[in-house]
């Protein structure tokens, strides 16, 4: 069985790249009353992210690979996405992280960037949450019920949307 | 005695200057138009509504024609440049993404996405005039100068196919990186340009196109090239920039920050210029080619791709 595992777990990221022609894309900001070290520190947390995100259930351990560090989150809603760290800069302070293929969220190739940037006074900050990504089916239309680009966009604009308004309480608690 | 040349050559050469400077094309993928670009005011002189999620765009100063891709629509565009309408969409059996016109603007080229074929129409009539089975995903696609040849980025296929259009057949495949996507060709054609996304490198295919001759180490997930004369430019989209390469000695002399996700990517010849269209900002950067450096940006439509000749390349 580990053996049958171990196989199948080379297969996902060869296949983890072949979308389709057409990227989708999510971009929202807020704006936070918290200074931006504050905000920073709980978005580069790649492992706490339940602390603020309402949609997750609960984070795996961190799992540290040849390749990067790795997480998988558990949705309330249900079901699991894996998710690997791809680099969190604290000069720039962006954090960049992709989602694996099959997971929870009904999006492929997802590709996210969180940017903190310094707000109109010091205890300020706005965040811009920035993701790329394509619908789940690949093939030739028609396409399936719940793998269209309309159904990529919701789910993600929505964990988005839930992610960023739980942040600013979080992060604006004193 | 008058030279007569003294008189009449600087005013062609003025002539050619004032009429020789074309538009550059922007697909926006998310506004389902096209941003008409005055390369020499940097401005948005006109926004063509097409079909839906527009990619691809090649360019014929010749005929006074763009063609666009509508990846979702599953058409193509036919915009009379003078105009700057559209006169025709060519209902097609499949989603294309990349397009490209061959050598004398007779026959315009279809990368069908998820069928692994070229469709070959004639762009008098707009007739399908032969198919090409090619490799998986194919994506870029670029007709050689000389007429020969078209070359096909097989993205899934990590391999070029080289197309003989004489002989109506696949002549070759050759092996490139690891997921090829965007074409590109040296001004002089003897120079093809292959940007391999996962690879991220730039495989180099010189004439007689046969096998890799270069490989170059790029920046991240890049996507497409443009070539001017003594250099070529490559998107890096995860980095944000472009890496700047001598095209003599292979090195990477600059990388230039540009704009969010950069993708599709241009020279134009008239202005010395570089035009890449940036997906995640909406808008396109321009690169002075003389040193390097941004020179603006013009805000252009939603997730703007540009992939493919999207500027008329100086004729030849």
Redesign the interface.
Known sequence: MKKLLAITALFIPLLA??H????Q?V?QEIAIDAPPAKVWALIKDFGNWQTWHPAIASISKLETKDDGVYRTITLKSGGTVYEKLRSADDTEMKL?YEAEEGGAIPASDY?GTITVKAGATAGQSSVLW?G?YYRVYK???PIPEGQD?ESANKAVGDFVAAGLANLKIVAEKK | MIRLELILLPLILIAQTALAAPDAYITNQGSHNVSVIDIAQHQVVATIAVGKAPAGVAVSERQHRAYISNVEGQSISVIDTQTRQVIKEIALASAPLGVALNADDSRLFVAYWYDDKIVEFNTADYRIVREFNVGKSPSGLLASLDGHYLFVANRDSNDVAVVDLSKGEVSNRITVGEHPFGLAQSLDGSQLYVVNVHAETLSIIAAPYTAVTATIKVGAHPYCAAASADSIYVTNTEGDSVSVINAASHLVTSTIKVGNVPEGIAYAAATNQIYVANWGDDNVSVIDASNNKLITQIATGAQSRAFGQFIAAAPH
Do not use: C, S
């Open positions: 790249f072949a389709g022609p057409t990227p894309k971009e960049k590709v920035f790329r093939l030739n239309p680009d």
